[in-house]
């Protein structure tokens, strides 16, 4: 497989198990999917094909959702083990993903926090708050990129 580029995609949630490590960090009152970067709400949104932005390069991944009121589908952190909310604007899902795009966990954060990083994780998915129970998301999913932009490393 290549390296992850930075652009954008499309976000596939596939079938698969169950598991229970889902966990809210705080109340996040009503915050998910609201819609507030002036598009609809991502939590009515198909999960069958979702928007996806990917952000491989350390500028996109440092900038990640930092100065944006709202994120319209997804954003895809590789590689990542863990995040922090400090100087965000709203509180955020974020599913921590394996090697091969399994989900490992499922948080909600507030502003303001830090995320524990997972020794498993090699990509961070994030979005509003709320959304990816929504979608179904949760540990023991796979989820798929169609469309992404990769570079080959042989």
Same mark, same amino acid.
């Given at each position: 497989?290549g390296?992850?580029r930075?652009?954008?995609a499309? $976000?596939r949630?596939?079938?698969?198990?169950g598991g229970g490590?889902?966990e !809210? #960090?705080?109340d996040v009152?009503?915050? #998910?999917? &609201?819609g &507030?970067d002036?598009?609809?709400s991502? #939590?009515t949104a198909s999960?069958e094909a979702l928007?996806l932005?990917? !952000? !491989?390069?350390?500028? #996109?991944r440092?900038r990640?959702?930092?100065k944006?009121?709202?994120v319209?589908?997804a954003? $895809?952190? @590789?590689?990542?083990?863990s995040v922090?909310t400090?100087?965000m604007?709203?509180?955020?899902?974020v599913?921590y993903?394996?090697?091969r795009m &399994?989900?490992?966990a499922?948080?909600?954060?507030?502003p303001g926090?830090?995320?524990?990083p997972?020794?498993?994780?090699?990509?961070v998915?994030?979005?509003?708050?709320?959304?990816?129970?929504?979608?179904? $998301?949760r540990p023991?999913?796979?989820?798929s990129?169609d469309g992404?932009? @990769?570079?080959?490393t042989n």
């Amino acid at each position: 497989m290549g390296r992850w580029r930075d652009g954008r995609a499309t $976000l596939r949630i596939e079938d698969g198990g169950g598991g229970g490590d889902v966990e !809210a #960090a705080g109340d996040v009152n009503g915050i #998910a999917g &609201n819609g &507030n970067d002036g598009t609809d709400s991502p #939590a009515t949104a198909s999960p069958e094909a979702l928007p996806l932005e990917i !952000a !491989a390069s350390y500028r #996109a991944r440092t900038r990640g959702l930092l100065k944006r009121d709202g994120v319209r589908g997804a954003l $895809l952190l @590789t590689p990542a083990g863990s995040v922090h909310t400090f100087r965000m604007r709203f509180a955020i899902d974020v599913a921590y993903l394996d090697r091969r795009m &399994n989900v490992i966990a499922v948080r909600t954060m507030k502003p303001g926090r830090l995320g524990l990083p997972r020794l498993r994780s090699r990509h961070v998915l994030e979005t509003e708050a709320g959304v990816m129970a929504g979608w179904g $998301l949760r540990p023991g999913v796979r989820i798929s990129v169609d469309g992404q932009a @990769t570079t080959n490393t042989n």
